[in-house]
């Protein structure tokens, strides 16, 4: 129905820089909002940054400064660049996106995820 592909991820030193994106696609009539949140084993997901339609992006607070989440409505895709990147932000980033289907359902879609680990 809907399909979040992600792309990025992998390896990268302790302040070091990478970037990962995601792409929307299926049966869309709107997306509200797209986000990252990311996962380590035994915790819950937590968010890391929002691009929502209608207002400016959000950022949690361990990220703030390093981060920057920005998104092109047109192509449906999202992109979380990040900088200065430290070993706690080790953890599978998942893509989500608050999508209204052309069947007027909304709801969440979550991609596969995508393992970013960072260390030397």
């Known amino acids: 129905q809907v399909q979040l592909v992600e792309s990025g991820g992998g390896l990268v030193q302790p302040g070091g820089s990478m970037s990962l994106s995601c792409a929307a696609s299926?049966?869309?009539?709107?997306?509200?909002?797209m986000g990252w949140y990311r996962q380590v084993p035994g915790k819950q997901r937590e968010l890391v940054a929002l691009?929502?339609?209608?207002?400016?992006?959000k950022y949690a607070d361990a990220v703030k400064g390093r981060f920057t989440i920005s998104r092109d409505s047109v192509q449906k895709m999202v992109y979380l660049h990040m900088n200065s990147l430290k070993p706690e932000d080790t953890a599978v980033y998942y893509c989500?996106?608050?999508?209204?289907?052309?069947?007027?359902?909304?709801?969440?879609?979550w991609g596969q995820g995508t393992q970013v680990t960072v260390s030397s």
């Open positions: 989500k996106a608050d999508v209204t289907t052309t069947s007027y359902f909304r709801r969440d879609f």
């Open positions: 691009s929502p339609s209608s207002s400016g992006p």
């Open positions: 299926g049966n869309i009539l709107s997306i509200i909002d």
